[in-house]
């Protein structure tokens, strides 16, 4: 059966970088795209970018262009979400959802999340 | 970018009832909507993909239509489990979400 594990919980300080890991099992890591979703208390959805294990191709939404990298180590099946200069506002959990390709993917498979919180 | 508004925000509803759920596009999106169930403290769940195909395992009760701008999530019979947030999900141009319809007890 096919799982994501994410990596704990943090606590971060403003202007710092944090990255988030998502550990895929049960099916070939490299077949599908893996996405970042983030949802800041009581709020909604708000997608964050895609990567292909397969390529390492990458696409960010707009909002976090230049702030965002996604990268992933297929050797051990894991993807990683780095975001940095963080700020108040980037307290939310991070998850990370699997996809296939092109306009018709879906997130089929998520993370179970990952609370990261910005304070001084 | 698309955006993507849902109504209503929230509604009020029985165990039994027919609800149903508006998500409208700011652009065509074909068909490329897809529906998420999201209770508290957990991931979202996928509902509804291609705008009507139901994910395996997903009730029947469910069930989604539209293309273009204008689709719909309809639960035909609202069940005790059913209490949850309701995110629709574009696919399109890049990815966007609808910004919930939380579904309460009345």
């Known amino acids: 059966q096919v799982h994501l594990v994410q990596s704990g919980a943090e606590v971060m300080k403003p202007g710092a970088s944090v990255k988030v890991s998502c550990k895929a099992s049960?099916?070939?890591?490299?077949?599908?795209?893996i996405n970042w979703v983030r949802q800041a208390t009581g709020q909604g959805l708000e997608w964050m970018g895609w990567?292909?294990?397969?390529?390492?191709?990458?696409g960010y939404a707009q909002k976090f262009q230049g702030r965002v990298t996604m990268t992933r180590n297929t050797s051990i099946s894991t993807a990683y979400m780095e975001l940095s200069s963080l700020r108040s506002e980037d307290t939310a959990v991070y998850y990370c959802a699997r996809s296939d390709f092109g306009a018709e993917s879906r997130f089929d498979y998520w993370g179970q999340g990952t609370l990261v919180t910005v304070s001084s | 970018d698309t955006q993507m508004t849902q109504s209503p925000s929230s509604l009020s509803a029985s165990v039994g009832d027919r609800v149903t759920i508006t998500c409208r596009a700011s652009?065509?999106?074909?068909?490329?909507l897809n529906w998420y169930q999201q209770k508290p403290g957990k991931a979202p769940k996928l509902l509804i993909y291609?705008?009507?195909t139901l994910q395996s395992g997903v009730p029947s009760r469910f069930s989604g239509s539209g293309s273009g701008t204008d689709f719909t999530l309809t639960i035909s019979s609202l069940q005790p489990e059913d209490f949850a947030t309701y995110y629709c999900?574009?696919?399109?141009?890049?990815?966007?979400f609808g910004q919930g319809t939380k579904v309460e007890f009345k």
């Open positions: 291609a705008a009507s």
């Open positions: 652009q065509s999106i074909i068909s490329y």
């Open positions: 990567m292909n294990p397969n390529s390492g191709n990458t």
């Open positions: 049960g099916y070939t890591f490299t077949n599908y795209d």
């Open positions: 999900q574009q696919s399109y141009n890049g990815r966007t």
